[in-house]
């Protein structure tokens, strides 16, 4: 609905409006806001104080400050300073108007280069759309993406299928301690979106082979072929090696949104359960600690989690009113999941309850906690803190306690 429209709409109801009462008026008001998308409160005193709206031909003309030969010159200094904005063009013509004219660059009088010094960023910005426009079109003056980025889609966590095995999101947690200086393990952690199997890996630097053969190594202890991985945008996964392996593999690649942690919910919730509160906050930057680490990624750890450790998964969430409605299914294991689904083959299903029926959960907790016990323990050896009892410090927070160890190198 145009102008025009909207006014004679409006008189037809003003006489209406006011011979009614109050809820009348209302209820007039409502209609009109309703059907013109217009603010009540601006609408109100358009019917109480009978605004009326000029004519077009009523309207006079601005006069036009800048002509054609002004907008010429700035078009000739803009390109001269590679295309800025109208902010930072401002400046520029203030500094260096009468410099360029010196040096002959530019030809314009007096007057001339004293409304340039005058021009307003907006203008400048408004007048000089067109030629924006133009440079668009021969590929300057537009913002550049690499190719990844432009390549690879973005997926939210809205967009999964959560019913389909092979759907992996992946994910970076350093152990750097308090320091990202030099190199340390970076610990590769993935997640199935359906049943919440997850596989870690410790790789030493953020280089590309490393992910490369971390990704390698967990998706071949996966009990199921992986269709799709998707990480955020850290550059350790989303590089040109992984894309090609991605390619190579018939694998789907996607990522997350810039600054959209819940786009990658699935694995940053296994980032805090089964890393950090395993290995904790400390440094680790030798093999030998890298070994380790594997030994109970590798072992102990992806056994204890996936056969018996119930995920409780969201089913549903509606909004009531200004509340979110939560439904969560039963809690089950990433196992259980599997063997109840119709993700894989009868065969691997065999495979893996044969695997749960010789575990022992009580024996693989045991194992687990020696061997985290041997990984303070090479990591005490080599900050020269063998006579700090760690195990007693644990349980409260291990970020803190990162901190106290941190602090104690420090000192000593």
Known sequence: MNKEAKNQYMSTLREKYFAGSKKEKGAILDEYCCNTKQERKYVSKKFNYKVTIKKKEEYKKRACLYDSKVIAVLIKIWTIFDYPCGQRLVEILETETENLRTLKEITCS??????????????????????KEVLKLKGKYQKKSSFLLSTVPTKTSCEWNRSEA??????????????????????????DI?????????????GQQGALTGIASCRKRMPFAWKEFHPDNGTNLLNFAVYAYAEKEGLKYSRSRPYHKNDNCFIEQKNSTHI???????????????DCINDIYRNELRLYKNFFQPVIKLESKERIGGKIKRKYGRAKTPYRRLIESDQISDQVKAELTA???SLNPALIKRVLDKKLDNLFKIYQKKKGLENVDLTKQLSPSLASFSNVLENAVSVS
Request: aromatic share 10%; charged share 25%; hydrophobic share 30%.
């Open 110 to 131: 007096d007057e001339i280069a004293d409304q340039l010094k005058k021009i307003k960023s907006a203008t400048i910005d408004r007048r000089l759309n067109h030629e």
């Open 166 to 191: 092979g759907n992996i999101q992946v994910d970076f947690v350093e152990s750097c301690g308090t320091s990202a200086a030099g190199t340390y393990v970076n610990n590769l952690s993935t997640c």
């Open 194 to 206: 359906f049943s919440s199997w997850w596989e870690g890996e410790a790789v030493m630097g953020k």
């Open 276 to 290: 950090r509160q395993v290995i904790g906050y400390l440094r680790y930057d030798s093999e030998e600690q890298q």
């Open 355 to 357: 695997i749960y029926q």
